[in-house]
Nanobody
Framework: QVQLVESGGGLVQPGGSLTLSCTAS????????MGWYRQAPGKQRELVAR???????DYADSVKGRFTISTDNAKTTVYLQMNSLKPEDTAVYYC?????????WGQGTQVTVSS
């Protein structure tokens, strides 16, 4: 089973930036989707951004123009560059890699946007 390890979370002021990273313990094959989700207190987990095997890049409407997802060529690390952060971006951010066999999740990294 592949392990996903996130890093880069923390406390940032409104308008600031953070970059999250998610590294897989090994090369992953048969990827259907790879990306980031988040869960705020009292809310359901929601999609933030993802790549799909069909070549699409999906973003939540709330982050379009502010967040950018990227990956290395080997697709063992996926990044989320977050700019112009808002208090409503505060959440635990989870890395996700969905394959034909399994839906893999990281342990999550806390992002807090507050002055």
């Amino acid at each position: 089973q592949v392990q996903l390890v996130e890093s880069g979370g923390g406390l940032v002021q409104p308008g600031g930036s953070l970059t999250l990273s998610c590294t897989a313990s090994r090369t992953i094959f048969s990827i259907n989707a790879m990306g980031w989700y988040r869960q705020a207190p009292g809310k359901q987990r929601e999609l933030v951004a993802r790549f799909t095997s069909g070549g699409n890049t999906d973003y939540a409407d709330s982050v379009k123009g502010r967040f950018t997802i990227s990956t290395d060529n080997a697709k063992t690390t996926v990044y989320l560059q977050m700019n112009s952060l808002k208090p409503e971006d505060t959440a635990v951010y989870y890395c996700n890699v969905m394959t034909s066999l399994r839906n893999n999740w990281g342990q999550g990294t806390q992002v807090t946007v507050s002055s």
